[in-house]
C-alpha cells in the first residue's frame, strides 16, 4: 500500500522561506500526479500546487513565483519551496497523489492517498 510522509514544517516569520518534503513509500512517484493541498483553521482546503506524471507544474494564483513544487531523481520524494511566506500561508499541508498519466484532478476528493499534513505558521 502506497504511503506519503509529509515533513518540514514548522513556524517562520513573514517573508521567511521553508522547504516541505513528502515521502513515498512502495510506489514510483513517475506515474502520479502528486499535489499539495492546505489548509487554515476556518477557511476551506485548498489546493496550492501539483505536478503531473510528465512533469507539468500548476499553481494556485496566490502562490505563483513564490513556491515551486518539484520531484527529486529518484521519483520518491516530492518537494515544496516556499518562500517570501505571509501569514495567509500559515495551515496544515498535506501532500496527495492520484494515479494517473499527464494529468492532475482538481479536486481534493480525487486524491486516493493522503499523508498525514505537516503544519506550517507565518508569523507577522
Known amino acids: 500500500e502506497m504511503q506519503l510522509v509529509e515533513s518540514g514544517g514548522g513556524w517562520v516569520e513573514v517573508g521567511g522561506s521553508l522547504r516541505l518534503s513528502c515521502s513515498a513509500s512502495?510506489?514510483?512517484?513517475?506515474?502520479?500526479?502528486i499535489a499539495w493541498f492546505r489548509q487554515a483553521p476556518g477557511k476551506e482546503r485548498e489546493g496550492v500546487a501539483n505536478?503531473?506524471?510528465?512533469?507539468?507544474?500548476t499553481y494556485t494564483d496566490s502562490v505563483k513565483g513564490r513556491f515551486s513544487i518539484a520531484k527529486d531523481s529518484a521519483k520518491t520524494t516530492l518537494y515544496l519551496q516556499m518562500n517570501n511566506l505571509k501569514p495567509e500561508d500559515s495551515g496544515m499541508y498535506y501532500c496527495?497523489?492520484?494515479?494517473?498519466?499527464?494529468?492532475?484532478?482538481?479536486?481534493?476528493?480525487?486524491?486516493?492517498?493522503r499523508g498525514q499534513g505537516t503544519q506550517v505558521t507565518v508569523s507577522s
Open positions: 512502495r510506489v514510483n512517484l513517475r506515474y502520479y500526479c
Open positions: 496527495v497523489a492520484a494515479y494517473g498519466a499527464n494529468y492532475c484532478p482538481p479536486y481534493w476528493a480525487d486524491f486516493g492517498v
Open positions: 505536478i503531473d506524471s510528465g512533469g507539468v507544474t
